[in-house]
């Protein structure tokens, strides 16, 4: 039975001997917190701390242990031709303080619309001026929550987009004391890792290059197929378009470390500080013209155009819609200028549109 002394214990091994507490014990903690009413407000926070200390989240096992956990207590997903479409999804752990514009989800978008299925999973935003899901609210999207106690359906669109907090409500119960921290903890990087999509295939930027084995590792174990777990030289959790990002490619059940450029890519390199983000509503402006400009995309967003071609190719290579990094520039760039990004958002803000109105 679990009690707050049995949390004690626990508690009481990860702050006094981190090395020893182990993966098993760290689903056992997280099943007394996500329990209601077993561990006490003062042992939440304490708990908090430890994990932040230990760096628990280094270890591939605890990653993979803890996203277990979270899968175990989210809302049941089914996918629509799942057996048929190679899903993938492309995301960051966010806390690399650049502030960039939002070129994951545009860049979803863009592979979506040269023929990937992309499925991507994200919150509102918590290190940045604007997160995935407020940028699409800010293009007329909704997120219609899944009905309690039944399996969500996801349709077999182009794109879609499903809110993290309507999946994962065990970790409402925490997020009160998250935000009154401040610091980061294995809970802030664990999202990439619990799509209740569960994608064949992912583009994973991390912020810290320690972790870029450990994640391809728990991707590995989590059942992915092909993936790029990527850090950009500055700490970023993109691919950069400033220069050297390292990468560590998942295929055939191997994780080989590697560098990318976009040289690769066949593109020039751009300083960050020219493709930093803005508001939501701002954000939002932009992808609009990115994607309804057709060929005469403004030369002002040249840096954001080719930020977003680095990570749209790396996203239809992990798809097998692309052989390699220029013919997925190639690809994605056509998805751009011929409208075809466009109408796979429009797909999505539709569905949703009718889904709100059934409720």
Not at 84 to 109: C, E, L, P
Not at 156 to 168: K, R, V
Not at 325 to 343: C, F, H, N, P
Request: proline share 6%; charged share 20%.
């Amino acid at each position: 039975m679990s009690t707050p002394d049995t949390f004690k214990v626990l508690l009481g091994k990860l702050v006094k001997t981190p090395e020893s507490f182990t993966s098993e014990d760290l689903k056992a903690a997280l099943n007394h917190l996500f329990t209601p009413d077993v561990v006490l407000p003062a042992q939440i926070g304490a708990f908090l701390l430890a994990l932040h200390n230990a760096r628990v989240e280094r270890k591939p096992e605890n990653l993979a242990a803890a996203a277990d956990v979270l899968r175990a207590r989210a809302v049941e997903a089914t996918l629509e031709d799942g057996d048929k479409d190679f899903v993938v999804d492309i995301v960051g752990t966010g806390g690399d303080g650049h502030n960039t514009f939002n070129v994951s989800t545009t860049a979803a978008i863009v592979a979506a619309g040269a023929g990937a299925r992309v499925i991507k999973h994200g919150s509102r935003a918590s290190t940045s001026s604007s997160g995935s899901a407020d940028l699409l609210e800010r293009l007329g999207c909704l997120f219609v929550p899944p009905t309690l106690g039944t399996v969500a359906s996801i349709a077999p669109d182009p794109f879609t987009f499903i809110l993290a907090p309507h999946y994962h409500p065990s970790l409402a119960t925490i997020a009160p004391y998250r935000k009154a921290l401040p610091f980061r903890t294995l809970f802030n990087v664990l999202g990439p890792l619990i799509n209740p999509a569960r994608p064949k295939g992912m583009v994973l930027g991390v912020a810290e290059r320690e972790l870029g084995l450990p994640f391809a590792k728990s991707l590995l174990d989590g059942g992915v197929q092909r993936a790029l777990v990527v850090c950009g030289a500055e700490n970023l959790d993109e691919i950069s378009c400033a220069g050297d990002t390292w990468v560590w490619e998942l295929r055939d059940g191997q994780i080989i470390e590697a560098k990318l450029h976009p040289e690769q890519f066949g593109l020039p390199v751009h300083p960050l500080i020219e493709v930093a983000g803005g508001t939501a509503a701002e954000n939002a402006e932009t992808l609009k013209t990115l994607l309804k400009s057709g060929e005469k995309i403004p030369e002002n967003l040249t840096p954001i155009l080719h930020f977003v071609l680095l990570n749209a190719s790396a996203l239809l290579v992990v798809a097998g819609l692309a052989e390699d990094y220029k013919q997925g520039v190639r690809l994605a760039l056509e998805s751009m200028t011929s409208g075809a990004a466009w109408q796979a958002l429009e797909t999505f803000r539709d569905a949703g549109r009718r889904a709100s109105q059934r409720q």
